[in-house]
């Protein structure tokens, strides 16, 4: 769609919302062209914003003002004004198509950063904060008030972690076979399969680095999360070897949580569930994404639901920790009724946190190339419904939330717990409260400075061909501490 922008240059705000409404139309700003055909014009005048929205012949318009003076310069002064620009493009698209998004005109990946924040300077509870997020960013109800109440967790957790505590991510991009709806892991498994080997000799040396730069500038290791792919991929021996030379490099007195993804029930083993423990993992992940076998061939997971069920008691008895179980709202070949069923047997089992996701179309993943059988956003909003309406009856919080771009029907991703059982890594780490030490192929290390939240950040190579012949982060890292 042909943007045009009268008065500023906030191209970001422009497009974010633009993908909040239309995800399947790209930004384009034609030069010197007057407005014509399908475009929308943002114009900023003061502390005043206007948007003309026209679409297929019809055409609406949207407004936004600024309650009180807007400051001279600076990030708020942005902030502001980009808020305005986003708020008057939201309300003359929901003019045009007679309906709201879930989350209004936020767009952020991190609404929850936004109320945690208006919690910590208004010293308001859950219940005032949802409605400053609904009154504020027109966020529907519903939305508001799991990300008031994701809000306290976060809070909590900032208080709880002390000034030198970091997260440290280990990172195995390793899995099976591919998801159809995956993005993360290379396209050819088999032939990232053979490189095994080699990357755990190379992760082995950056963890050796990370933990003498660990010592010497006295960071404090508050949770470990190895993540992936599926890390349980890899065989008993090489999670041993991974998981003693982290012990060995890192001082682990303090860690009060430890992570490891075992993903892929068909990667569950009893040995590996015994080293998992003793090497002090005290929290897993077993994730079904659907109890509905023919999903589950639909999105090429190569298990079934009855793997689930025998990996999970097979956790239970070898295992100890906590568990969290994934599901995902709005895969192709799903709908409402078999969601429920899915979710009813994950409660079932009793796992300690179910993480209920929304399909995003993933632009590398196979399933944007071919599609089909994907719900619409009104089947996806009924699993979450029911998500939402089950999950607390059965005794869960929302203790933390994400969005991503492209999911259906613009929803969120939320972790539920029981009581005292949150996970600290997810808490920290999508809300930027603590610097996460990213080791491993892919991984993104953030450097989060306390007091002025600025950010820094280093990237590791992605694939692991290239990951295996570079030296990680830690020479990175050292020069932004240095
Ligand atoms: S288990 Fe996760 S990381 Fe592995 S292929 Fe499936 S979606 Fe991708």
Not at 31 to 49: F, M, W, Y
Request: charged letters at 25%; hydrophobic letters at 35%.
């Amino acid at each position: 769609m042909n943007i045009f922008l009268k008065g500023h240059e906030y191209r970001y705000a422009a497009e974010q919302a633009l993908m909040s409404f239309f995800p399947d139309q790209r930004p384009e700003y034609p030069d010197g062209a007057e407005p014509e055909g399908n475009c929308v014009i943002l114009s900023l005048d003061g502390a005043r914003a206007a948007a003309e929205l026209r679409l297929d012949g019809r055409t609406a318009r949207g407004e936004a003002e600024a309650d009180g003076p807007v400051p001279e310069n600076g990030t708020e002064r942005d902030r502001l004004l980009q808020k305005l620009v986003k708020l008057a493009f939201f309300r003359a698209a929901v003019e045009l198509r007679g309906s709201a998004p879930p989350w209004g005109a936020l767009t952020g990946v991190r609404p929850v950063k936004l109320a945690a924040k208006y919690m910590r300077q208004t010293g308001l509870g859950p219940a005032e904060t949802a409605e400053y997020m609904s009154e504020e960013y027109c966020v529907s109800p519903g939305r508001a008030e799991l990300c008031a109440r994701a809000a306290e967790y976060s809070l909590k957790a900032d208080a709880e972690l002390e000034e030198k505590d970091v997260l440290l991510y280990v990172g195995i991009p390793f899995c099976p076979s591919r998801c159809s709806y995956c993005s993360f892991v290379s396209s050819s498994v088999e032939r990232s399969l053979a490189l095994i080997g080699d990357y755990v000799e190379a992760l082995l040396r950056e963890i050796s680095a990370a933990g003498r730069l660990a010592a010497k500038y006295g960071m404090n290791v508050a949770a470990v999360y190895f993540g992936g792919g599926t890390p349980t991929t890899l065989s008993p021996e090489s999670l041993d070897r991974l998981m003693g030379e982290l012990a060995d490099a890192f001082d682990l007195s303090r860690c009060r949580e430890y992570t490891v993804e075992a993903g892929r029930p068909d990667t569950v083993t009893e040995e590996k569930l015994e080293t998992l423990r003793r090497r002090g993992a005290g929290r897993i992940s077993i994730n079904p994404q659907t109890m509905n076998d023919r999903v589950l061939a639909a999105i090429g997971r190569r298990h079934t639901a009855g793997d689930v069920l025998t990996a999970f008691a097979l956790a239970r008895e070898h295992f100890l920790g906590d568990i969290n179980m994934d599901l995902i709202a709005g895969l192709p070949g799903d709908g409402p009724d078999s969601f429920r069923r899915s979710l009813d047997t994950v409660l079932g089992l009793g796992p300690e946190n179910v993480t209920v996701h929304t399909l995003t179309m993933k632009r590398s993943s196979r399933l944007s190339a071919e599609g089909g059988g994907i719900p619409e956003g009104e089947a996806a909003a009924e699993m979450l419904g029911y998500a939402y309406s089950v999950l607390p009856s059965a005794g869960f919080s929302p203790y933390y939330l994400y969005r991503q771009k492209f999911s259906v029907g613009g929803f969120e991703n939320t972790g539920w717990c029981l009581r005292g059982h949150e996970s600290l890594y997810n808490i920290g780490m999508m809300e930027e409260l603590r610097s996460v030490i990213a080791l491993g192929a892919g991984g993104a290390t953030k450097l989060v400075h306390p007091g002025s939240g600025k950010i820094d950040r280093v990237f590791n190579k992605k694939y692991p061909y290239e990951y295996i012949a570079s030296s990680g982060c830690v020479p990175e890292l050292e020069k932004l501490l240095g």
